[in-house]
């Protein structure tokens, strides 16, 4: 193992957005048994520094993995296509129109079983999206066009943010 090896190499799963989620668990329970630093404590300081430093890169690696939004950035982002979602921020005008509805659905909803339905709208939209955009990165390969489903899935993650916090309100 290399700290410098991307998260794909360090795992030893294919660079694609189709995931077997149990081989990355398990692969990951295996590195942090490797590399925990209390396997190191008679090794000295030096050797546990070390060993800190890989546990916290195989932790990172493991989240960013098994995140199918953060995954899809990560390859985008190893193709040279950015996200830069702080800044590009341009949307198909049916995309900016779906968020106005559902804004306003969520503005009009006025107890937890409306709330509720509309999280399980935006919830079924965002597996179409993931899945439009698994075949986006697996099998068109482009990148560019993932990159602005990934933007347009981290809207949707916020968005459903806004869903629970009201949900939330509407409990308390």
């Known amino acids: 193992m290399r700290l410098d090896a991307d998260d794909f190499s360090l795992f030893g799963v294919a660079p694609t957005q189709a995931f077997d989620r149990g081989a990355l668990d398990a692969r990951w329970r295996q590195l942090q048994a490797e590399v925990h630093p209390d396997r190191f404590a008679a090794e000295g300081a030096a050797a546990q520094r070390v060993a800190m430093q890989w546990a916290v890169r195989v932790n990172e690696a493991y989240q960013r993995l098994k995140d199918p939004v953060r995954r899809a950035a990560y390859l985008c982002e190893r193709a040279g296509v950015p996200i830069d979602a702080e800044r590009n921020t341009a949307m198909p005008a049916a995309f900016l129109h779906q968020q106005m509805q559902w804004r306003e659905d969520l503005d009009d909803a006025g107890d937890a079983p409306a709330v509720e339905a509309i999280d399980a709208q935006v919830a079924a ?48």
């Open 125 to 172: 939209a965002e597996r179409a999206l993931l899945a439009e955009l698994q075949a986006t990165l697996d099998e068109r390969h482009d990148f560019a066009g993932a990159a602005q489903q990934v933007r347009a899935l981290m809207f949707v993650a916020r968005f459903r943010q806004d869903i629970h916090r009201r949900l939330d309100k509407l409990d308390a």
